[in-house]
């Protein structure tokens, strides 16, 4: 029988590592650090008033109606410059039968607003620091932290005080276990931004691999500070699982999973945790709910799967 493991993703940057409770691995996940090397704006038309709330309209205000064109304008009647980057979208306004024999429809976009409006600007070249930070990170994702790790080192050379790369540079240096230098660059950036909380987790979930009480009293009081941080209450969780307190590390990702409904990681620990209480029939519960919820929320890629899958064939 294959054996489940607790995961846990550090903060900004998903991966798994092995805690060894014997069961399984808990499993924190967090969204990632960086953007993409583009920028996409949506406008879903908040500030054009709906039809229903216009009373009426003169023919001043309708020739000075804004005007939204592209390749093939469509606009309120006004000659303007037409803007390369928008489009009006009037999917439901094109003439049908004889309508449409009399060419295209002119229609005022304030009257008739365009369904969403998308604007996309390339804003990072290659070779700039957010394409390597981009690049950095997709092969964290893939679980390529040597290489992940030698970008980061080149982007460090440049730059030893950017939050970003020194908290990549961290977390690929605890996947490859190194303990030392990770906490040596988690030190650097906790000192550089001293209030950030994702920061001291991080560290403190790094401290409680080799010395889970002294992390354990740390994180009780990071805890008092920050009550409503599901970083801080998973990881918390976590070590108390360590530890051998299965009830609290269960009430604190219960607390976890209600703040963050969508991570069906939280709800996947509590199975795991379950399973190692001997109770049986409340990790069954446990591992369907995160099934689902990663169906949802995760893309079938948040928890292990497979492993689930196998663990529920032998404990049903």
Known sequence: MKELRFCRSLLRFPFFALLGLGVGVLCVSFSSAYAQGVSVVVDDGEAVPPESGLNSTDAGAEDESAVISGPSAV???????????????????????????????????????ASKLITVRKNAG???TTAQLVSAERAMSLGLYDSALDMFDGLYAKNKRDPRVLMGRAVALQNLGRFEDAMRTYE??????????????????LLASKFPAIAMRRLM?????NPNSVGVIAQLAVTEANLGDFESAIKHLGIAASIEPENAGHIYNMAVIADRMGQTSQAITYYEQALEVDSIYGSGRSIPRDAVYERLANIR
């Open 75 to 113: 606009h309120s009647g006004a000659d303007a410059e037409a803007d390369p980057e928008a489009f009006f979208d009037a999917e439901q306004l094109v003439p049908q039968g004889e309508m449409s024999k009399q060419g295209p429809k002119r229609v005022n976009p304030v009257l008739q607003p």
């Open 126 to 128: 290659p070779d700039s």
């Open 188 to 205: 650097e950036l906790s000192d550089l931004d001293p209030g950030n909380v994702d920061v001291k987790v991080n560290m403190l979930g």
């Open 221 to 225: 009081d990071l805890y008092e500070q």
